[in-house]
């Protein structure tokens, strides 16, 4: 499919197609299976990519990235997406890169210097902790409870998170706390950077989960403590954390779609070659009308899929109100993705889900989808609520109603 994508987009996603082909794929078919890869293999495919100058190229040049545009960055996700390797090669991995964009937006020169540059260089890890348990902050942020107050010079946090992807691992965490009570938590709440060895930073745990992350990454439960942090750890505006939040998630969201649009395309060439090969019923079973319908369906899905995000994406970019594109697109995607990925295992027979081919690890790693960066039932009340906005009850005029 031929899209509106620049030359120099085009071409850096064709360059990243084939390091993943040549470079990353090899890799991934030695080192996949149940066991996480090991750092020392992923520093070696990020040396490859840097030699290519496929590095961060979300990043500006002045901290050790490519340049691209946000939107030139799409199809690039896209293509470093077809391996569950890709992203960590190219350094473009969540939480990370959607963390290094939200420090490059509201970071300080020092900042910057502190954890940008190891960041983006590879030598630091961060994390996002925003959810929390039961009655605290999940799809209804605004229950947020972790809070943030100042004494003397310093911030002090108290709270409790859970599902801090890399909190484990991580060396800062970006928290959101309220320091605000009286205001409206969308009004009240701000951004801090913690590093990890603060006094009472607890890991409580990493939760078991389905789906492990190829390099191992947790999911951590974390506990606030009277955590002392100086003041100049506030990131950002103080009482903004939501709108400088959203506007790391917005963009955010789009960059999850496009990779994993690559998985599902992958997934899709891996049935395709697996069908035209195995034989069954007097031919190959590429030529079963029912499985080229389902492969018809994941092909015209995911166009739209691709298709809305890049029209999103252009709304972020123009500065338009791009919350209800976005949310459309989040939703469409991963439930088109969720689909493509599961009729692919069902395509592929048992091999769908043994550890030779890639669609297990993808199977797996693709059900989070459709709650991480909100769930579906979120995103649709947003849409539900614009639909609903202005209703003209004029329209339904004619229709016989109960006299008062
Ligand atoms: C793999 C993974 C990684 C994550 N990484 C991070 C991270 O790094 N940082 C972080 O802060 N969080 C992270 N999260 C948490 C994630 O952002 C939340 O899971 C998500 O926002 C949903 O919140 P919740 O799990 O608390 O769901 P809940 O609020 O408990 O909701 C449960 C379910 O109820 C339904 N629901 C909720 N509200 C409505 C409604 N109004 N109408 C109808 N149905 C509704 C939805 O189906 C939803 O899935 C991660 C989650 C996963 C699975």
Avoid at 150 to 165: L, P, Q, R
Wanted: with cysteine; net charge negative; charged share 30%.
């Amino acid at each position: 499919m031929e899209y509106d994508d620049t030359e120099r987009a085009t071409e850096f996603a064709e360059r990243t197609r084939r390091f993943v082909d040549e470079v990353v794929i090899p890799v991934e078919r030695e080192t996949l299976g149940s066991e996480p890869v090991d750092e020392d293999v992923v520093d070696d495919l990020r040396e490859r990519a840097r030699e290519r100058e496929l590095y961060a190229p979300h990043l500006p040049e002045e901290y050790g990235g490519q340049g691209l545009s946000y939107r030139d960055m799409l199809p690039v996700f896209e293509a470093a997406g077809r391996s569950l390797l890709g992203p960590p090669a190219m350094r473009v991995e969540a939480p990370d890169e959607g963390n290094m964009h939200t420090l490059e937006l509201f970071g300080t020169d020092e900042q910057k210097e502190r954890w940008l540059e190891p960041l983006v260089a590879g030598e630091a890890r961060s994390g996002f902790s925003m959810t929390e348990p039961m009655q605290g902050g999940g799809s209804d942020p605004k229950m947020l409870k972790t809070q943030a107050e100042k004494e003397g010079g310093a911030w002090v946090i108290d709270g409790h998170k859970w599902w801090t992807t890399q909190g484990a691992e991580a060396d800062v965490l970006i928290v959101m706390a309220r320091t605000d009570r009286e205001a409206h938590p969308y009004e009240g709440c701000s951004l801090f950077l913690v590093p990890t060895d603060t006094e009472g930073v607890e890991i409580v745990r990493e939760i078991p989960h389905v789906g492990g992350e190829v390099t191992g990454m947790s999911h951590a439960e974390i506990r606030f403590d009277r955590v002392e942090i100086p003041e100049e750890n506030l990131l950002g505006e103080l009482n903004e954390g939501f709108s400088h939040a959203q506007q790391r998630l917005g963009p955010a969201r789009l960059t999850h779609c496009m990779r994993y649009s690559g998985m599902a395309e992958r997934a899709l060439d891996v049935t395709k070659a697996y069908v035209s090969e195995r034989e069954g019923f007097d031919g190959p079973l590429a030529e079963k009308q029912a499985i080229r319908f389902t492969i018809a369906e994941a092909e015209t899905n995911l166009h739209a899929a691709r298709t809305m995000v890049r029209h999103a994406a252009r709304e972020i970019e123009s500065g338009g109100e791009a919350r209800i594109p976005v949310a459309m697109t989040k939703v469409f995607a991963a439930n088109t993705v969720q689909e493509v990925i599961d009729d692919c295992v069902q395509l592929c027979g048992a091999n769908g889900i043994g550890k030779d081919l890639p669609l297990a690890d993808f199977y797996e790693n693709v059900r989070q989808f459709r709650i991480v960066d909100g769930a579906d039932e979120v995103h649709k009340r947003v849409i539900a609520r614009d639909a609903f906005s202005e209703v003209d009850s004029a329209e339904v005029d004619g229709i016989t109603r109960y006299e008062e």
